[in-house]
């Protein structure tokens, strides 16, 4: 965790009363490049750009990936093949695994890439589990059964590892669940995942499922079973739901880069880790968590908010004079735990960013003298003094244009 809070220069109440469970191992599935790509707003990357974020996941030590749903055709063939060669070509350690539905015509071609690529192939073998989806679809139980055992015991006797996916599983009956699971675990499935499909969860709920889960299907069932969690971040409780499964007694959970997927988004991976990190949960170098949402955002074409946490253009920059006073006094003690944290929740430099003084109408004068010193600009009282009035004029931060207008030459670039 972090030194400065050994100084009692913070006192956490994250921490205080009865805390955390015990801290235990924690295992990540990354969807970015399957479910992230049901997002509407995406494009789908092109190979080179898939592997990129293969090899940024691995850099993450995240332990699986879904590389993708083979059953939709040559084209998803074609790329989930391609990156399974990659895993096995640069030696990564992190898994692969593939969406199917619970038809063999699904899962066929998961055998065949496992077979050709020569590793196994995790088969995330999806149905829907709630009422709601049962009354739309006129299915019956006893279909639900049907299909699902021609699905795993396929895809088991082909020599493929197999989680059985319930979609929908928050709103689900805890009969109907019990009878799914413990059947999928009958037929030789040996992981399950519990799915907020439609992001209806809360933590007590995200709680009470895993709870029942481990209690009622896992535990009876005398098998080693991995237990998952799958969230959506339709009431913008992804992370917090996530969270509260694992102190639940998940074994692993899901994420996709930057909160893609289907319409506001499966958990973010990024603020998963990040929050986990800062938790204690998990204890890794997350200095390239920016260079993999960097790599998202690019190669699915969407931008990444200003206000977006951690990663957001405006998560360390301020130009607020108060703000950037007390951090420019603490980079002048020169200590970057303590700059990063005296006006931050979150350490910028374990996350590859860093604290960013702007200049702006709220801007004080150590403002700009911190910043003309970092360019290399001599900051003499009357040159303060014209930037501050300016900046005060202004209704908007000032650009590095109008800086340099304002100094009267060229600024040179900080990197």
Not at 26 to 33: C, M, N, P
Not at 87 to 114: E, F, H, Y
Not at 169 to 194: E, F, H, M, S
């Amino acid at each position: 965790m972090l030194r400065i809070k050994e100084t009692g220069l913070i006192y956490d109440w994250n921490e205080a009363g009865e805390g955390s469970p015990p801290r235990r191992d924690i295992r990540f599935d990354d969807e970015t490049l399957r479910d992230g790509l049901q997002s509407p707003s995406v494009r789908d990357p092109r190979i080179e750009e898939k592997i990129e974020l293969l090899h940024l996941m691995e850099s993450l030590a995240i332990d699986t990936a879904d590389i993708g749903l083979p059953g939709a055709g040559p084209r998803a063939v074609e790329d989930v093949t391609r990156l399974a060669q990659e895993i096995v070509g640069s030696r990564l350690r992190i898994r692969p695994n593939c969406a199917a539905r619970t038809v063999v015509t699904d899962i066929q071609p998961i055998v065949d890439i496992s077979q050709k690529v020569g590793i196994p192939v995790e088969a995330c073998t999806f149905i829907g589990s709630s009422p709601i989806r049962q009354y739309a679809e006129d299915w019956t139980l006893d279909e639900m059964l049907k299909c699902s055992e021609e699905a795993v015991t396929f895809a088991v006797r082909h020599g493929l590892p197999v989680m059985f996916v319930t979609e929908d599983t928050t709103r689900a009956n805890p009969g109907v669940l019990k009878k799914l699971y413990a059947a999928a675990i009958d037929w030789g499935a040996r992981a399950i995942c519990a799915s907020d499909t439609v992001g209806h969860a809360t933590p007590d709920g995200a709680r009470n499922l895993i709870r029942f889960l481990k209690k009622e299907v896992v535990g009876p069932s005398r098998e080693t079973v991995r237990l998952d969690w799958h969230g959506h971040n339709d009431r913008g409780l992804a992370v917090a739901n996530t969270i509260a499964a694992l102190e639940a007694g998940a074994d692993q959970v899901h994420g996709c880069a930057l909160a893609l997927g289907e319409r506001v988004g499966n958990t973010p991976m990024d603020q998963l880790l990040v929050n986990l990190q800062l938790m204690g949960y998990v204890d890794r170098d997350l200095s390239r968590l920016n260079d993999y949402c960097q790599a998202a955002s690019r190669a699915c074409a969407v931008s990444i908010p200003p206000n977006y946490p951690v990663m957001g253009r405006d998560a360390f920059r301020t130009a607020t004079g108060v703000h950037a006073a007390a951090v420019i006094k603490a980079i002048r003690k020169g200590d970057v735990e303590l700059a990063n944290m005296v006006y931050s929740g979150v350490p910028s430099h374990w996350f590859g960013q860093e604290q960013i003084i702007e200049i702006g109408y709220m801007s004080g004068r150590s403002n700009i003298v911190y910043w003309l010193e970092k360019h290399g600009i001599p900051a003499d009282a009357a040159l303060v003094e014209r930037i501050f009035q300016a900046a005060k004029q202004s209704t908007r931060l000032l650009t590095d244009q109008e800086i340099s207008a304002l100094v009267g030459r060229a600024i040179p670039v900080v990197k």
